[in-house]
């Protein structure tokens, strides 16, 4: 296109200077004498000092003048349209980068609204999980009462499930079923002793772990928490509930809730202030005391709950403290006390036990160490430990979800051995777990969740070896 125009505009100027020179000036050309063509210009002019001898310059620098103009107008003609082709695709480029940015822009805000909204609703459901633990324990506290009032009574005609079409049909699988339940022994059903059983023997399985409380602030990351088997004085009773969070440099408050109620609401009945602080989660409440570490000590304190006063204390022989020998999650837990059907425990280590589990009987009233086995078990390869009728037991791990109990010692016998009963840390983190002989629970703190889980014992093994 722009050579059509380059031309058009040179024919202008040959025309229009072809014209020019028809007005005022004549072109003659000759032959001279050796052949040579020869060309002169006549210039018409009113006054003859206008003929000037250089003839053919003024016309030669007119022609020069026009090719100049028209070579600046061609190259604009070119730089325009080079110009306007190469502007248009960075334009029409630069729109479609500022659309995809806005595009992009739009599905971000739409994805965090999302992401709000998602969060909601998992705040939500975790909200009606524990609303439905709690309840679910609540449930199982309740007692159930038989519709009949013997075994007998099933084989009466007066309590035949009549809605049952099988058995007004008279099928005969149906009635051999029934009549292998009804035999079924009851030492299959109830754990041994009956449903009021209260002697000794190893623990057989755990059940789920039931949320009770969730902690408020970052000190109830971790702690201890537990209820008395044997309470010795009013206003306290076994329904009572106990809980120290242990985060801090100096933890000495304990706090009393009435019941589980008061305390999954967070309604303290009393806060005490210890004489003295708290080192750790190896706190247990054990006939009306709280027995506790002191911090940075090996000193053990028996601290009175009804007169609100340290009524005894322990130099506990050559035990390691202050993160010596803790379990394997830290957390200073050198010495862990705990309490059982058989009395008082301290589950610790020694320099001279080079780590493994030391266990000492303690006397209740005064702390005195009555006897002490050592283990085969390193107390820094496991995350907690508890006593059972007399039997030490460890949990493999603090931080797996699903983990087991896997060791146990026998006090009686002094033998060992390796275990592995299912064992829950539902929430990744626990740092605390204790036995409640009157209750058969254990008590554990799981990253701000206080909970309890259901133990099942069985025949003591004769297998230890």
Not at 325 to 333: D, I, K, R
Not at 354 to 360: C, D, F, P, Q
Not at 420 to 437: G, L, Q
Request: one cysteine or more; glycine letters at 8%; proline letters at 4%.
């Amino acid at each position: 296109m722009w050579l059509r125009v380059s031309m058009l505009c040179l024919s202008c100027l040959v025309l229009t200077g072809e014209s020019q020179d028809q007005d005022r000036a004549l072109l003659h050309h000759t032959k001279d004498r050796d052949g040579r063509c020869q060309y002169t210009f006549t210039v018409a002019s009113p006054d003859a000092s206008g003929c000037q001898d250089r003839s053919g310059e003024l016309e030669v620098k007119g022609v020069l003048s026009r090719l100049t103009l028209l070579e600046a107008l061609v190259s604009r003609l070119v730089g325009g349209e080079e110009g306007a082709t190469a502007a248009g695709p960075e334009a029409k480029g630069g729109e479609g980068l500022q659309g995809a940015y806005s595009r992009v822009m739009r599905e971000r805000n739409q994805l965090q609204q999302d992401k709000e909204r998602l969060n909601k609703q998992v705040r939500e459901l975790q909200r009606r999980v524990d609303k439905l633990s709690l309840e679910a324990e609540t449930l199982r506290q309740t007692p159930c009462y038989k519709t009949h009032t013997s075994a007998g009574a099933l084989h009466e005609n007066s309590q035949r499930p009549a809605s049952d079409p099988a058995y007004e049909l008279g099928n005969t699988s149906y009635q051999e079923m029934k009549a292998e339940v009804t035999e079924v022994p009851a030492s299959y059903l109830i754990p041994e002793g009956g449903r009021n059983f209260t002697g000794c023997g190893e623990v057989v399985s755990v059940g789920e772990p039931v949320l009770h409380r969730r902690a408020d602030s970052i000190t109830g990351k971790y702690g201890v928490w537990m209820q008395d088997p044997e309470p010795q004085a009013a206003p306290y009773t076994k329904k009572t509930v106990w809980r120290i969070d242990t985060v801090g440099k100096d933890v000495r408050q304990l706090f009393a809730y009435e019941d589980m109620e008061q305390f999954s609401r967070g309604f303290p009945m009393k806060v005490l202030v210890l004489p003295e602080p708290v080192e750790s989660t190896g706190a247990t409440v054990y006939r009306g005391s709280l027995y506790y570490q002191r911090q940075r000590s090996r000193t053990l304190i028996r601290y009175d709950l009804a007169s609100e006063s340290s009524v005894a204390r322990l130099e506990l022989p050559h035990a390691s403290f202050h993160g010596q020998h803790p379990y394997s999650w830290g957390g200073y837990t050198d010495i862990d006390l705990a309490g059982d059907e058989q009395g008082l425990w301290a589950i610790y280590s020694t320099g001279k036990a080079k780590g493994a589990i030391v266990i000492s009987k303690l006397d209740p009233e005064n702390l005195r160490v009555m006897k002490t086995w050592e283990t085969n078990m390193r107390k820094n390869t496991v995350a907690n430990a508890f006593m059972v009728c007399g039997h030490l037991y460890t949990v493999s791990s603090y931080t797996a979800p699903n983990t087991t109990i896997n060791y146990v010692f026998d006090t009686a016998t002094g033998t060992s051995r390796a275990i592995a009963i299912p064992f829950k840390n539902k929430y990744r983190y626990n740092s605390m777990v204790d036995y409640n002989p009157a209750q058969r629970k254990l008590h554990a703190w799981d990253n701000f969740h206080m909970i309890t889980y259901d133990v099942r014992l069985g025949r003591v093994s004769t297998g230890s070896s």
